[in-house]
């Protein structure tokens, strides 16, 4: 038998998104990128609206000039991890912006955004605590429960009274109840009602960890997140977050006002065992972050093309989750349906992610659009129109 037996069912399903020599959906390369909204793929300028490049800071000439300078200052690499050799006073730096902006005392930060997740969850929640998790949490966040081996409990998605009745029922048990929610919702783009989650946490005493990887640089006056739009900022223990959204870079962080976080560094099994990150990503990063603090209106204008992308695929007939965020999927009710609209898409210069069961709420495969502030409204109106068309195609479209 063959140590690849097990996964026969897995390339049995690939076999038939890709059937009739068509693409593999989950290996897409953008040659290079044109622009933040615009790349080369299949030698074609494609409209890219699958980046989670909410800002179009990964184009940013400022983050890229400190990555340059960076890299002839300080090298490429670090070559140890963060409890070795891989702390420079660039990581500190980091660390003490990312703290001022967050306005929390301590922070760490990790080589990916998923090391994030998985190493503060596993850190902080053992054996003999317990998780409360959202239906619709990250995978990120499924793995580092695994990782530290706490009790698991899963609550409906978005639902503080369903939270509330599964805390009562832990009363009296010993070990901590650590709850995870997401700011915004990475699948469907719905967010998080910050304020119901941090009131239950303030009644039954549990502890609260905001994952604001999509909502940061999006929400909140200053951009800190769900948690500083909703006014509970105060109330979130912990915040865990990535670069490689808003920022436009790569990495992870958590923030807080428990000086308990700064123990973690030395039993977080991701932060302790895997290289730092380099120091030209890190000044790309800082310098993302004051292009983050001084352009306000970029927020302004990423909400504006949210509504734009969303108002405009419902009316072309197409379902969506119900509210308007950078990110915004289209909801189709067969895979077969799905991959083939998401290949003509392709054809037709809109390149977009395409998501399919288990790992979408409800089973749905979903063409999973993320907009951004650097798309202009006549590329957003191109992206609908071809969406329009392809449904008009398929006789999927629901408009009148």
Not at 139 to 161: E, K, T
Not at 225 to 239: I, K, L, R, Y
């Amino acid at each position: 038998m063959s140590i690849f037996s097990k996964y026969e069912g897995l390339a049995s399903a690939l076999a038939s998104v890709t059937a009739g020599g068509g693409r593999n959906p989950f290996d897409v390369v953008i040659e290079k990128p044109i622009s933040s909204t615009v790349g080369l793929i299949e030698g074609r300028e494609t409209l890219l609206f699958g980046t989670n490049n909410y800002l179009g800071l990964s184009q940013s000439p400022a983050a890229i000039n400190a990555a340059v300078e960076a890299a002839k200052a300080y090298g490429v690499g670090t070559t140890g991890s963060r409890i070795a050799n891989g702390t420079q006073g660039l990581h500190r730096q980091l660390e003490e912006r990312l703290s001022a902006f967050f306005r929390r005392r301590h922070c760490m930060v990790f080589s990916t955004g998923y090391q994030a997740n998985l190493g503060t969850i596993s850190a902080l929640a053992g054996k003999d605590d317990y998780l409360l998790l959202d239906a619709d949490s990250h995978a990120s966040i499924y793995d580092g429960s695994r990782l530290g081996h706490a009790q698991v409990i899963r609550f409906r998605h978005n639902d503080a009274d369903d939270l509330h009745k599964r805390l009562r029922r832990l009363e009296g048990t010993p070990g901590s109840k650590l709850v995870v929610v997401e700011g915004i919702y990475s699948m469907m783009g719905d967010v998080v009602p910050m304020a119901e989650f941090a009131a239950v946490k303030r009644e039954t005493g549990a502890w609260l960890l905001a994952d604001e990887a999509h909502s940061v640089g999006v929400m909140g006056k200053h951009g800190r997140g769900v948690a500083e739009a909703d006014g509970v900022e105060d109330d979130v223990d912990f915040v865990v977050g990535t670069f490689s959204k808003s920022l436009g870079t790569v990495g992870g962080y958590c923030v807080s006002n428990h000086a308990g976080l700064d123990l973690i560094r030395l039993c977080s099994r991701p932060y302790m065992f895997t290289a730092s990150l380099p120091p030209e990503v890190i000044a790309a990063t800082m310098a993302a972050l004051t292009e983050l603090e001084n352009h306000p209106e970029l927020r302004i204008r990423l909400m504006d093309n949210a509504r734009r992308l969303h108002t405009g695929l419902q009316a072309a007939g197409l379902r969506t989750g119900p509210q308007a965020s950078p990110v915004v999927s289209v909801i189709l009710d067969d895979v077969a349906v799905a991959v083939a609209f998401w290949n003509r898409l392709l054809d037709l210069g809109v390149y977009v992610n395409l998501s399919l069961p288990p790992a979408t709420p409800d089973q749905h495969p979903l063409l999973r659009t993320s907009v951004m502030a650097t798309h202009t409204p006549a590329e957003i109106d191109r992206a609908v129109d071809i969406f329009a068309t392809v449904a008009r195609e398929m006789g999927i479209s629901r408009a009148a």
